[in-house]
């Protein structure tokens, strides 16, 4: 199935398939050396003969640092969907990205059987406003198939001068029904925090992934409701991580510390017990211990996790929505040095405060609530979840696939928008829920159409 996710940098999300967590970057000089045994220094040597007879004897000249990059690429995206090489230019675009500013279409992708597969388009982006939806799987660029390029090179054919068109053959749903869709490429600038009030006494925060802005962004978005909202009418905060990749591990925390003021937020074990890190919450509630409602769906991954895992454990928000996707790995950014690029490396699994490692099950929202889903995007709209990638970390036997990920684009039918406002309004979940059972019920009885 999926043979490679990468963090595509011009034009891509970072985040990861289904979502990426990443760390602040380390030095690869000073890391103990793991002493080689007489096997290893074998097949290193098979390496180097097999290296010496391509570059001799192959029918046409190979590109020998081509060569050694694929071959470290391979090593790497063997270990885990996660773990991947990036050259010079492609740590560049990395670093670029994570400031929140880049030029291209706005998706993150990763590859499904020789196909790229969409995992979410950013917001306010030319691929989100295309229509472009997760779980799309990408088949031609211009025309020319993606068979056979490898991740780097379809994403390096989306890339392009601003305000060039591309087209791109689409793929939807179980059928497979082909789509073609023209974008004209721009500058993204991936504005990770949106806010508005909703009804006048309640914070709406939409945060679209985890970057060097999200923080701050978050802070801002507070502090001017506190200023508009006077505090005997504030019902308290949406926080809304649907379709949500992920992104940086410390953005995620500082999210969580705006609404508790003390305790664990994640820890993060490596394969050693003395590389196991955990992370908590300095004194100040930024919310003023106004309720606050999560909402995430089968697209929120990686750093939404942590976020919902660490309000849920400490009772601080309701989680209202589908089940997380379920990724629970920490990607750690190692340098090479010079222009060798860098290696992007799962080194840790994360916990939430409780212990729980999500990982390939997801976070069960407290309350679920399903979307009324078009009847054109119905069996396309669910995401398969971490659990489905080819060679992901295991955890037991209970793992669980993904769940629904569709947002409607007119709020007034977004069901679990609803809810959480009538949450924060004061009905109770017994209510909701039950109006909810009520709902479904109808449809369900209503009579089948039939088009003349």
Excluded at 60 to 76: C, F, R, S, T, Y
Excluded at 107 to 113: A, G, K, L, S
Excluded at 297 to 308: C, K, M, R
């Amino acid at each position: 199935m999926i043979r490679k996710t990468a963090l595509l940098a011009t034009g891509i999300a970072i985040g990861a398939g289904c979502a990426t967590l990443g760390q602040q970057a380390r030095a690869l000089i000073g890391t103990p050396a793991v002493a080689a045994t007489a096997d290893t220094y074998k097949f290193l040597s098979l390496f180097g003969d097999v290296f010496d007879k391509v570059r001799a004897d192959y029918v046409e000249k190979p590109d020998e640092q081509k060569l050694v990059e694929n071959a470290i690429n391979g090593m790497l995206t063997s270990l885990d969907p996660h773990s991947s090489y990036l050259d010079a230019k492609g740590f560049k675009d990395m670093r670029t990205q994570t400031e929140g500013k880049f030029g291209g279409l706005g998706i993150e992708v990763t590859q499904e059987d020789g196909l790229v597969k969409v995992v979410t388009p950013i917001d306010d982006t030319p691929a989100s406003r295309a229509g472009i939806m997760s779980g799309d799987l990408i088949g031609a660029i211009d025309d020319e198939t993606v068979q056979g390029m490898t991740l780097n090179q379809a994403v390096d054919k989306m890339r392009g001068q601003i305000n060039t068109p591309v087209k791109l053959t689409i793929y939807r749903g179980k059928d497979k029904d082909k789509v073609e869709v023209k974008l004209t490429r721009a500058e993204i600038h991936i504005k990770s925090v949106r806010s508005r009030k909703q009804d006048d006494d309640i914070g709406y925060v939409r945060i679209s992934q985890f970057n060097e802005e999200t923080a701050d962004g978050l802070r801002n978005a507070m502090a001017k409701f506190q200023q508009e909202i006077p505090a005997d009418k504030f019902k308290g905060y949406i926080i809304d991580l649907r379709n949500n990749p992920g992104g940086l591990l410390d953005q995620s925390i500082q999210v969580v510390n705006a609404f508790i003021d003390k305790g664990e937020i994640v820890s993060t074990r490596g394969r050693n017990a003395d590389e196991t890190q955990r992370y908590n919450a300095r004194p100040g509630d930024l919310s003023k211990g106004k309720p606050v409602v999560v909402l995430i769906n089968g697209g929120s991954a990686s750093a939404s996790e942590i976020v919902a895992g660490a309000l849920q454990d400490h009772k601080r928000a309701t989680l209202i929505g589908t089940r997380s996707f379920g990724k629970g790995s920490v990607q750690t950014i190692i340098p090479l040095g010079g222009s060798s690029g860098a290696l992007r490396l799962t080194t840790a699994r994360y916990y939430t405060p409780s212990g729980r490692s999500i990982q390939a099950k997801g976070i069960d929202p407290d309350m679920i609530i399903l979307q009324d889903v078009p009847d054109e995007l119905k069996g396309k709209d669910d995401t398969k979840g971490e659990a489905s990638l080819k060679g992901h970390l295991k955890n037991g036997e209970d793992e669980k696939s993904g769940s629904q990920a569709y947002v409607p684009p007119d709020e007034k039918k977004d069901k679990q928008l609803i809810a959480a406002v009538e949450l924060l309004h004061g009905k109770s979940k017994a209510q909701i829920m039950a109006e909810q059972t009520k709902e479904v019920a109808k449809d369900s009885t209503k009579a089948p159409t039939k088009a003349n």
